[in-house]
T-cell receptor
Framework: AQRVTQPEKLLSVFKGAPVELKCNYSYSGSPELFWYVQYSRQRLQLLLRHISRESIKGFTADLNKGETSFHLKKPFAQEEDSAMYYCALDGQGFSFIFGKGTRLLVKP | EAQVTQNPRYLITVTGKKLTVTCSQNMNHEYMSWYRQDPGLGLRQIYYSMNVEVTDKGDVPEGYKVSRKEKRNFPLILESPSPNQTSLYFC????????????FGPGTRLTVT
């Protein structure tokens, strides 16, 4: 079965603190994983993807196949990072699986 | 401007009254998809299309229909809407390669009374 799990519904941190948004997946095969972000009143947009190995807005994510995880990290949170974050998996066939999302709240 | 558009953006309707939500993209993408977003459930895929005349079910297809007669359009049809289809709907498009970025529409908020 293919599945994406985000265990935290809400993550609240203070500005300048490190952030880690957790994502675990279940997939038989070589996974392609993504993080999408939805800022208030805006449409979903891609933050980063495993295949590109990039850092966007200070965020990074490393695929750990042993732990089946793709956690999103940022060393110093900013208030403008407050948003809804979704981990997603490019699934079998052409399906696409999203996690339930984690709301990140960065307090001043 | 490259974009995905959806219409209408807001819709209130009654149980059983057929409705269509349109989705259009101008990026020549082969892949298009519909999702519903519900509190606590995240985004769930309803249907997707790999190309013209090729569609497949996602995780929650019951009560929905789609068609893909043209590459740029992918309408979502609710033949007999019910209150449990009250939700926020997103259309998305992308190229077909694995690891592709999906581009999302602005969303359609549907309320079925």
């Amino acid at each position: 079965a293919q599945r994406v799990t985000q265990p935290e519904k809400l993550l609240s941190v203070f500005k300048g603190a490190p952030v880690e948004l957790k994502c675990n997946y279940s997939y038989s095969g070589s996974p392609e994983l993504f993080w999408y972000v939805q800022y208030s009143r805006q449409r979903l947009q891609l933050l980063l993807r495993h295949i590109s190995r990039e850092s966007i807005k200070g965020f990074t994510a490393d695929l750990n196949k042993g732990e089946t995880s793709f956690h999103l990290k940022k060393p110093f949170a900013q208030e403008e990072d407050s948003a809804m974050y979704y981990c997603a998996l490019d699934g079998q066939g052409f399906s696409f699986i999203f996690g339930k999302g984690t709301r990140l709240l960065v307090k001043p | 401007e490259a974009q995905v558009t959806q219409n209408p953006r807001y819709l209130i309707t009654v149980t059983g009254k057929k409705l269509t939500v349109t989705c259009s993209q101008n990026m020549n993408h082969e892949y298009m998809s519909w999702y519903r977003q519900d509190p606590g459930l995240g985004l769930r895929q309803i249907y997707y299309s790999m190309n013209v005349e090729v569609t497949d079910k996602g995780d929650v297809p019951e009560g929905y229909k789609v068609s893909r007669k043209e590459k740029r359009n992918f309408p979502l049809i609710l033949e007999s809407p019910s209150p449990n289809q009250t939700s926020l709907y997103f259309c998305a498009s992308s190229f077909r390669d694995r690891g592709r970025e999906q581009y999302f529409g602005p969303g359609t908020r549907l309320t079925v009374t």
